[in-house]
């Protein structure tokens, strides 16, 4: 099973940046990575998304132009880069590793995950 563990959460400012960075417990250079968040009584919700090239990306309307993900296969790991955010970022941001090489957001596809942490955007 694919183990994953995310870190670089924090508490940070309005406008400020922060990367966020996931490792695997194995090669996962042929899996689709993605980056899901979830606030507290909310349902968890897309971010971002990887294919296993790295040529394609896809993000939720919410963050485009704001972050960027982005992968390194030779150190099986998969980053999220933030830029200007804002309070309604804040959340438990998880990765997570499909069986597909494709990009794909929907949640039923994506069986292995981590453990999360926490982005908190204060003013």
């Known amino acids: 099973q694919v183990q994953l563990v995310e870190s670089g959460g924090e508490l940070v400012q309005v406008g400020g940046s922060l990367r966020l960075s996931c490792a695997a417990s194995?090669?996962?250079?042929?899996?689709?990575l993605a980056w899901w968040r979830q606030a507290p009584g909310k349902e968890r919700e897309f971010v971002a998304v990887?294919?296993?090239?790295?040529?394609?990306?896809d993000y939720a309307d919410s963050v485009k132009g704001r972050f960027t993900i982005s992968r390194d296969n030779a150190k099986s790991t998969v980053y999220l880069q933030m830029n200007s955010l804002k309070p309604e970022d804040t959340a438990v941001y998880y990765c997570?590793?499909?069986?597909?090489?494709?990009?794909?957001?929907?949640?039923?596809?994506?069986?292995?995950w981590g453990q999360g942490t926490q982005v908190t955007v204060s003013s």
């Open positions: 997570a590793a499909t069986e597909l090489a494709r990009v794909v957001i929907t949640q039923r596809f994506y069986p292995y």
């Open positions: 194995e090669r996962i250079s042929e899996h689709a």
């Open positions: 990887i294919n296993w090239r790295g040529s394609i990306r």
